[in-house]
């Protein structure tokens, strides 16, 4: 089955990406960690990228989905994905659903994580001084938040309508929030 997680920075996606993938052997498609590897591996791409994540704004859809693309287009993943942090806009998930196409695929369900601005500035200070990521400090937090805010509210609407999406209250704890995902999953995969 092919899964779309959302929800804002911070709000558990990553946690709760890697917890399906170890339940239900799928491969977790975070945009966010292809877009650092990018930056890790210091490419000209990366550098890009960097520069615009750094000043809070978001990477363009074309950048994105040639990385999205050479992770579809590899049979190990096909049917498998759980896509982490991506679709984030309207375009982005058309883009997403004739990818999926073309390659024989579609998606099963897409599951948001709903948190409120304290919890996500809350959980970004913690994660920051954890894991000292760059892009992790009170002010990007809070732009990062209202740009996923309004992006988001089209895609939720998409997916609404396609009958996909499944609200997941993202206050609650860690395992709480593994219990009602994984209740969901084992519903679709039957």
């Given at each position: 089955m092919n899964i779309v997680i959302f929800g804002p920075p911070g709000a558990g996606k990553g946690t709760q990406s890697k917890y399906i993938v170890k339940k239900f052997k799928l491969y977790?498609?975070?945009?966010?960690?292809?877009?650092?590897k990018e930056i890790k591996n210091?490419?000209?791409?990366?550098?890009?990228?960097?520069?615009?994540?750094?000043?809070g704004e978001l990477v363009s859809d074309q950048i994105v989905g040639n990385l999205i693309e050479n992770f579809i287009s590899n049979d190990k993943y096909k049917g498998k994905i759980i896509f982490d942090g991506y679709p984030r806009t309207l375009n982005q998930a058309k883009n997403l659903d004739e990818l999926l196409k073309r390659y024989g695929q579609e998606i099963d369900t897409?599951?948001?994580?709903?948190?409120s601005l304290e919890t996500v500035k809350k959980r970004i200070l913690e994660r920051q001084s954890q894991e000292k990521r760059v892009d992790d400090n009170e002010q990007i937090a809070i732009?990062?938040?209202k740009t996923y805010e309004e992006s988001s509210e089209p895609v939720i609407d998409y997916y609404k309508h396609s009958n996909l999406l499944r609200v997941i209250n993202g206050e609650a704890s860690i395992s709480e929030i593994n219990i009602e995902i994984s209740g969901i999953?084992?519903?679709?995969?039957g």
């Open positions: 977790q498609l975070s945009t966010g960690d292809l877009l650092r210091k490419t000209s791409l990366g550098l890009k990228i960097s520069s615009i994540i750094n000043s897409v599951l948001k994580l709903s948190v732009k990062r938040y999953l084992e519903a679709i995969k």
